[in-house]
């Protein structure tokens, strides 16, 4: 029933409800009562509905009761586990997100908070689909689908670089399949993005040995040989340490030390931030501090420096700087940076 069919009935009720009150009221007082008296509770109720309808109606209540009665069946056989009809072919995913979301709660199951999930998954909401996620898994804590669903929802919050939140649900399903191909896949990528191509090299080659001969092969080669390269670079670039000295600077600001190949500029290629206690100050950059790929050619690295006496400030505020220098990548400190007023 529409709210045009259920408002008319409320209305009736209340003024029956209204009407039998008065007269209780009335005769406990002494006073005559009549039918009459019931048209100033009908005349107040009927300014209510007509209220209700023409300023307390949400513009998008109609379209809700449109949504539940068209999506309401549907919903029904997920929760159930079913698959999709033929008739299903032209669903909304926001539309029966909505009413899947209403009917999960009064009736969870595994299937529909999964598929709820699934759903957020697709509409770009990873928050909401952790959420579901990690409630199919209170019903099923062995659900392999659940668990990589919160993985994908985690990655995607994480701009998709693989966290360790992440990881440990990824592991879990390894550790019961470890020929689980969408596990596998979901850590190669997202470790490469994270630039954690240790864990990037070990997924692909796992991949590579069931899929080497198959259609997949030449992109999981590529896949290993880029993981490996980088991660043979990072053994030789990653806790680099400088050494920054500046003494006729006042100390307690903020410091900027970047990496930039010869003659580039735009983003650098790694950089990190720190407050100076006291000059001279040792800054080490770490595998998280780089922004970019490691270079191929690491010698043409050059290194540099800003400073700002403002702690907390930004870079643009560092108007101190220095000259960038050559590395000599076997050394500890790799450069020696001097900062001048």
């Known amino acids: 029933m529409t709210v045009f069919v259920i408002l ?42 007509l209220g209700y309808l023409t300023l307390g109606l949400h513009p998008e209540t109609l379209g809700w009761l449109s949504e539940q009665r068209r999506y309401d069946a549907v919903a029904e056989r997920v929760i159930r586990g079913e698959a999709p009809g033929v008739e299903d072919h032209d669903i909304s995913a926001q539309a029966l997100t909505r009413v899947l979301q209403a009917k999960v709660v009064r009736d969870p199951t595994l299937p529909g908070w999964y598929t709820l999930g699934l759903l957020y998954d ?8 952790q959420e579901a996620a990690r409630r199919a898994l209170a019903l099923d804590p062995d659900d392999d689908g659940a668990r990589l669903l919160l993985a994908r929802g985690l990655i995607a919050q994480n701009q998709g670089r693989l966290n360790d939140e992440a990881d440990a649900q990824i592991r879990r399903v390894l550790e019961a399949n470890p020929r689980h191909d969408g596990a596998l896949m979901l850590r190669a990528m997202a470790a490469t993005e994270a630039r954690r191509f240790d864990l990037a090299a070990e997924a692909w080659r796992a991949l590579l040995v069931r899929h080497g001969d198959g259609e997949a092969g030449d992109l999981i080669r590529q896949g290993l040989a880029r993981a490996e390269a980088q991660q043979q670079r990072g053994a030789r670039l990653d806790n680099l340490t400088f050494t920054v000295r500046a003494p006729e600077l006042p100390d307690g600001g903020t410091l900027f030390v970047f990496l930039r190949p010869e003659g580039g ?9 720190v407050l100076v206690e006291s000059f001279p100050v040792t800054v080490t950059l770490r595998a998280g501090d780089w922004l970019q790929n490691y270079p191929e050619q690491p010698d043409t690295l050059r290194v540099a420096a800003r400073y700002t006496p403002a ?31």
């Open 122 to 129: 697709q509409l770009g909401a990873p928050a909401q689909a």
């Open 311 to 341: 702690p907390g400030s930004s870079v643009e505020q560092a108007r101190l700087g220095s000259e960038p220098q050559t590395l000599d990548l076997d050394a500890q400190p790799a450069a020696v940076i001097d900062l001048g007023p």
């Open 265 to 273: 500029s735009g983003q650098p290629l790694a950089a990190r931030r």
């Open 8 to 49: 008319p009935l409320v209305l009736v009720l209340a003024v029956l409800v209204v009407f039998l009150l008065w007269r209780r009221e009335s005769r406990r007082a002494g006073a005559a009562t009549s039918w009459s008296g019931l048209a100033l509770p009908l005349l107040v109720v009927a300014l209510a509905g």
